[in-house]
């Protein structure tokens, strides 16, 4: 039986994550092809069977092949993934996260990037109240 997704992706299981999300789903096949320096076709099996029994992905078959999708809806995945590393880094303060998003060198933000970041704290502060 798979595990919840809570097991820390390493590096190799991110980028065949972020592919199947691209993709909605994807074979081991298009996986490797779409993997920058891809390990050989059994690595690749390997690594979706490790993610399948993390809990991040399932498969269907398709004649002959299996076809992986994700279990979490992406959205899901980034706010969990989002979640976890507020509390890991930032102690779980959101305005730690935000202002050192904001002090990275190269984030500047575009005039409708701002409104929009205006708006949502202005929602927030509605429904603080």
């Known amino acids: 039986m798979a595990k919840p997704a809570h097991d820390p992706l390493s590096r190799r299981e991110r980028q065949i994550m972020d592919i199947?999300?691209?993709l909605g789903r994807a074979t081991a096949a298009e996986v490797q092809?779409?993997?920058p320096d891809p390990p050989g076709y059994s690595s690749i099996r390997a690594l979706l069977r490790i993610l399948e029994e993390k809990g991040h992905l399932r498969h269907e078959q398709d004649g002959?092949?299996?076809v992986f999708l994700p279990t979490v809806p992406r959205d899901k995945a980034r706010r969990s993934a989002l979640r976890q590393l507020v509390q890991t880094f930032f102690d779980g303060s959101t305005a730690q996260a935000v202002a050192a998003l904001l002090g990275e060198?190269?984030?500047k933000l575009s005039d409708e990037d701002l409104d929009r970041l205006?708006?949502?704290?202005?929602q927030a502060r509605k429904e603080e109240r």
């Open 105 to 107: 060198p190269g984030s």
């Open 64 to 66: 002959p092949r299996y």
């Open 20 to 22: 199947i999300y691209r």
């Open 118 to 122: 205006s708006r949502l704290i202005d």
């Open 33 to 35: 092809e779409t993997l």
